[in-house]
């Protein structure tokens, strides 16, 4: 098995915040074309609670109705940016622009805005997503998509927060990019569903993979993105396959991840030694525990886990976002 190695890339700027999201986040999905061929960051940012990232598809969850102050970051001006939303109300903040607060519709789904350059040459799609309330759960399911019961808040647990709402995934939609390197099929629940299906989606989560995988490359292991072994968990389903009573899957907050750029459906050889096993899991754990202690990786990552494989899947590692340090 060859090694997943490619020599060092040269350094991208980045900028990440440094408070964690107060709430977690959720989002709909729509049909999208192919990410242009162009870098994946621009050459500005874009700022809204508490996040600064200039990656050029970002995800924005919004409950019906909601407002949201937009703010261009990372340069000296925002004079000559313009907003440009598909759906709902923007308006100017102040008078040296590139600031403005956005009132979502009342409706659920996906209503991108654009944030242009002032020469037209540069944008970041900021994939705003009206959800699906969580109290139009009837019960246990959702338009006949069985969600379960969650479990109430433990006291004192401020890492286990409800989410605010679900996000409707259709075959039509499931492809849209929810970040530049991953999309939004890949965080579905594996439980079975008919053609209409929902997910929990932390915004804060797509800003820690793009992180991580930028440090990943930059270690020089080559990987286009991470494959999601697992994502999103309904109570329902992580009940069902015995995982721990508050998982963070079950939030949106966390990922198992593992590197697959051969395509066989496992962990790629990582540390050269001709198998896929828990010391390759191993070299991915040691990179994110790295990354999470670098400036721009402080307030990302919360929970890091590495797995041995089995007989149902390979070698893996859980990322989470939960706020405190977990380590595993």
């Known amino acids: 098995m060859a090694r997943s190695r490619r ?3 040269s350094m991208i700027r980045r900028v990440y915040p440094a408070l964690a999201l107060g709430g977690f986040a959720v989002v709909v999905a729509a049909r999208a074309p192919e990410l242009p061929a162009r870098p994946a960051k621009a050459p500005f940012a874009v700022r809204y609670r508490n996040v600064v990232s200039p990656d050029r598809v970002r995800v924005l969850t919004v409950v019906p109705g909601e407002k949201v102050t937009l703010e261009v970051a990372g340069i000296a001006s925002g004079s000559g940016f313009v907003a440009r939303p598909s759906a709902g109300q923007i308006a100017p903040l102040g ?3 590139g600031r403005w607060v956005w009132s979502a519709p009342l409706a659920p789904g996906r209503y991108p805005i654009q944030v242009v350059s002032p020469d037209g040459r540069d944008s970041v799609t900021l994939q705003a997503f009206v959800v699906v309330p969580l109290d139009g759960l009837q019960g246990e399911v959702l338009n006949g998509y069985r969600i379960g019961r969650y479990p109430a808040k433990p006291r004192g647990a401020s890492s286990y927060t409800l989410p605010v709402g679900f996000v409707e ?3 039509e939609n499931a492809d849209v990019f929810v970040s530049p390197h991953f999309r939004l099929k ?3 629940c594996k439980q079975p569903a ?3 299906r929902y997910v929990v989606l932390n915004e804060r989560l797509l800003v820690t993979l793009e992180y991580v995988l930028e440090r990943v490359q930059a270690a020089g292991y080559r990987a286009t993105t991470f494959q999601v072994m697992s994502g999103y968990r309904t109570p329902a389903y992580n009940k069902a396959i015995g995982n721990v009573k508050f998982s963070q899957h079950q939030l949106g ?4 991840i593992f590197i697959d750029e051969n395509g066989d459906g496992r962990m790629d050889d990582l540390n050269g030694d001709g198998r896929s096993d828990i010391r390759d899991a191993e070299v991915l754990y040691r990179i994110i525990d790295a990354a999470s202690a670098r400036p721009e990786g402080q307030g990302l990552i919360g929970g890091i886990g590495k797995y041995p494989p089995t007989a149902a899947h390979g070698p893996f590692v859980h990322v989470d976002v939960r706020p405190g340090h977990a380590r595993w």
């Open 7 to 9: 020599p060092r890339p």
């Open 169 to 171: 995934v259709t075959p």
């Open 186 to 188: 890949q965080f579905l």
């Open 95 to 97: 008078t040296a622009g």
């Open 253 to 256: 907050s966390a990922a198992d």
């Open 194 to 196: 008919g053609s209409r």
